[in-house]
Nanobody
């Protein structure tokens, strides 16, 4: 029902910046919250950031707070993740995801997932 496609990423030097985009289709975009997750090789998937359907509320993992910014453009059915001051520890596959709610879930109830995009930060 919902398809999510990430774009962006690639190789970035430590201290640099890059941005990710996630285009959604299959359901009115403005009716559900969106989130970003990441998974490094050999590690568990972890939460990065989330934004409510209206865009008036955001949540960030402590590890990225102050460096990453999540935003959305409901007219374009797209959610973004701007990543600044990148470090090698940020290297991972980044996924966008959607729950079935308009508000940011307190628990992990994200059921729609993109294919992921690689972000590699060199030292």
């Amino acid at each position: 029902q919902v398809q999510l496609v990430e774009s962006g990423g690639g190789l970035v030097q430590a201290g640099g910046s890059t941005g990710l985009s996630c285009a959604a289709s299959g359901r009115p975009f403005s009716t559900y919250a969106m989130g970003w997750f990441r998974q490094a090789p050999g590690k568990e998937r972890e939460f990065v950031a989330a934004i409510s359907a209206s865009g008036d509320s955001t949540n960030y993992a402590d590890s990225v707070k102050g460096r990453f910014t999540i935003s959305r453009d409901n007219r374009k059915n797209t959610v973004y993740l701007q990543m600044n001051s990148l470090q090698p520890e940020d290297t991972a596959v980044y996924y966008c995801a959607a729950p079935t709610t308009s508000y940011i879930p307190r628990r992990n109830t994200y059921i729609y997932w993109g294919q992921g995009t690689q972000v590699t930060v060199s030292s």
